[in-house]
């Protein structure tokens, strides 16, 4: 912290909040009710998902999944299940 401007510390720490999950709920209430762009967009979030799905699609066929596969939807295992129950 004693390392960053005034300006930066803000930016990150809004109103000298350090709380994690605070900031980002303040990112996103400040894209929607200012239209500013988020941090991290659904597309970025998205992405970062895909990592722990994989984890679950590997666990359930017992074999590597690869990011990509679970990006564009090709491996569904461990998720049809949700899906169905969801009926998405």
């Known amino acids: 912290m ?3 401007a005034e300006k930066e510390k ?8 350090t709380n994690a999950i605070a900031v980002e709920l303040k990112d996103f209430a400040d894209a929607v009710r200012l239209g500013t762009v988020p ?5 970025e979030g998205y ?5 722990c799905l ?3 699609e590997s666990a359930w066929f017992n074999s590597p999944v690869s990011l990509g596969e679970i990006e564009r939807c090709e ?3 461990y998720q049809e ?3 169905r129950v969801l009926g998405i």
């Open 2 to 4: 004693g390392s960053l």
């Open 10 to 17: 803000e930016k990150l720490f809004p109103g000298g909040v």
């Open 39 to 43: 941090e991290v967009d659904g597309m």
């Open 47 to 51: 992405k970062a998902l895909a990592i």
């Open 54 to 56: 994989a984890l679950f």
């Open 75 to 77: 491996v569904e295992g």
């Open 81 to 83: 299940e949700i899906n």
